[in-house]
């Protein structure tokens, strides 16, 4: 190759090395923007519900244990952008084992101690609460259910249908 | 090139490279047709290269498994002509060709990113101009370019990276062809 022909090579590969990188620039900087304006409209919500409340909501949940015992632990601070799962830690001490995140959420293995396996007959399920339904088992993961200011939840570990997985109880 | 050699080049290699989308389908904005456009400009010159970037945009932009391409068609047929003019500049500019998987391959690779990135501006401000005409702003432009970035750089290192590999091997096997047909 002459020196010409080497020249012009260099030129081409060295705007390519340009595009290439100013693309890659440009990319990084649209996502970073998209980024950036979801996590300011989740603040704004955050301190909207936060002037409404004051950064003093509570929830009510009840963990059902399957063995007799249940336990309500009513009025349990929560703040804004809280789920189910932050407030089962909360409200348990953190006494929780999970595993994390095969379909985008938390699944809760064990509560205080009682522990559903795999192979095992029993698990720990959702409940969710309203005046008209009354408890209707959560159709999402726990990180998906966000509290809110009087919210009421519920626990429950016991047996389950093996083929619609369907809890054989309610709260 | 004399007249029924080049309508054969046109078609075999317009052939080749609505054979090759319809094979890529599955990976978006991965196509054969730009290397194979630049590389028919490159070996047989502009006026095959244009043949062959006309021919196989138009059927590709009515046959694509995707739908029809509709009004954008010209655009697409356009840009495409910027890789078979880049193809003749090339053959022009890099006549020393006995070593073509060394630097030369580089150069060509790099020729086709540029190409790419030209092909994706271009079309992607067409589409602008066609979705928000009469009203149309920079700011529309600069959205639609922006929208279009991650499939533009997909385009560019594909192009990058297949003009790299299929154009040596290209320029070997058609120039050995072509000096045994004499």
Same mark, same amino acid.
């Given at each position: 190759?002459?020196?010409?022909?080497?020249?012009?090579?260099?030129?081409?590969? #060295?705007?390519?090395?340009?595009?290439?990188?100013?693309?890659?620039?440009?990319?990084?900087?649209?996502?970073?923007?998209?980024?950036?304006? !979801?996590?300011?409209?989740?603040?704004?919500?955050?301190?909207?519900?936060?002037?409404?409340?004051?950064?003093?909501?509570?929830?009510? #949940?009840?963990?059902?244990?399957?063995?007799?015992?249940?336990?309500?632990?009513?009025?349990?601070?929560?703040? *804004?952008?809280?789920? #189910?799962?932050?407030?089962? #830690?909360?409200?348990?001490?953190?006494?929780?084992?999970?595993?994390?995140?095969?379909?985008?959420?938390?699944? !809760?293995?064990?509560?205080?101690?009682?522990?559903?396996?795999?192979?095992?007959?029993?698990?720990?399920?959702?409940?969710?609460?309203?005046?008209?339904?009354?408890?209707?088992?959560?159709?999402?993961?726990?990180?998906?259910?966000?509290?809110?200011?009087?919210?009421?939840?519920?626990?429950?570990?016991?047996?389950?249908? *093996?083929?619609?997985?369907? *809890?054989?109880?309610? *709260? | 090139?004399?007249?029924?050699?080049?309508? @054969?080049?046109?078609?075999? /290699?317009?052939?080749?490279?609505?054979?090759?989308?319809?094979?890529?389908?599955?990976?978006?904005?991965?196509?054969?047709?730009?290397?194979?456009?630049?590389?028919?400009?490159?070996?047989?010159?502009?006026?095959?290269?244009?043949?062959?970037?006309?021919?196989?945009?138009?059927?590709?932009?009515?046959?694509?498994? +995707?739908?029809?391409?509709?009004?954008?068609?010209? /655009?697409?047929?356009?840009?495409?002509?910027?890789?078979?003019?880049?193809?003749?500049?090339?053959?022009?500019?890099?006549?020393?060709?006995?070593?073509?998987?060394?630097?030369? @391959?580089?150069?060509?690779?790099?020729?086709?990113?540029?190409?790419? /990135?030209?092909?994706?501006?271009?079309?992607?401000?067409? =589409?602008?101009?066609?979705?928000? +005409?009469?009203?149309? =702003?920079?700011?529309?432009?600069?959205?639609?370019?922006?929208?279009?970035?991650?499939?533009?750089?997909?385009?560019?290192?594909?192009?990058?990276?297949?003009?790299?590999?299929?154009?040596?091997?290209?320029?070997?096997?058609?120039?050995?062809?072509?000096?045994?047909?004499?």
């Amino acid at each position: 190759m002459t020196t010409r022909e080497v020249l012009y090579g260099v030129i081409v590969v #060295l705007l390519a090395a340009l595009v290439a990188s100013s693309s890659l620039a440009a990319y990084y900087y649209a996502q970073y923007n998209q980024e950036s304006n !979801v996590a300011a409209r989740d603040l704004a919500t955050a301190r909207n519900l936060m002037s409404r409340y004051g950064g003093a909501m509570t929830s009510n #949940l009840l963990i059902d244990f399957g063995n007799g015992t249940r336990h309500w632990y009513n009025g349990t601070r929560v703040e *804004p952008g809280w789920n #189910l799962y932050t407030e089962t #830690l909360a409200a348990t001490d953190g006494n929780v084992n999970a595993t994390c995140c095969a379909y985008g959420s938390h699944f !809760v293995t064990g509560i205080g101690g009682v522990q559903g396996t795999p192979e095992g007959t029993k698990s720990w399920s959702v409940w969710t609460f309203n005046r008209t339904s009354s408890w209707q088992e959560a159709n999402v993961g726990v990180d998906e259910i966000g509290v809110s200011n009087n919210s009421v939840y519920a626990w429950t570990f016991c047996a389950y249908d *093996p083929v619609s997985y369907a *809890p054989l109880c309610s *709260p | 090139m004399r007249g029924a050699s080049e309508v @054969a080049v046109v078609a075999t /290699f317009s052939a080749l490279a609505v054979g090759s989308d319809f094979a890529l389908t599955p990976y978006v904005n991965v196509k054969l047709m730009d290397t194979i456009v630049f590389l028919v400009a490159f070996l047989f010159g502009f006026r095959a290269g244009a043949g062959v970037a006309v021919v196989s945009e138009t059927a590709w932009s009515i046959v694509s498994p +995707w739908g029809a391409a509709g009004a954008i068609t010209p /655009f697409l047929v356009g840009g495409e002509l910027i890789f078979a003019i880049a193809g003749w500049w090339a053959s022009k500019t890099w006549r020393d060709r006995s070593k073509p998987w060394g630097t030369l @391959a580089v150069f060509i690779g790099a020729s086709m990113l540029v190409c790419a /990135f030209l092909w994706d501006f271009e079309t992607n401000a067409a =589409t602008a101009l066609l979705a928000y +005409w009469p009203t149309l =702003t920079l700011k529309d432009i600069l959205a639609t370019e922006g929208y279009g970035l991650p499939f533009a750089l997909v385009h560019e290192v594909a192009d990058f990276l297949l003009g790299m590999a299929a154009a040596p091997a290209a320029i070997l096997t058609i120039s050995r062809a072509r000096y045994v047909n004499k």
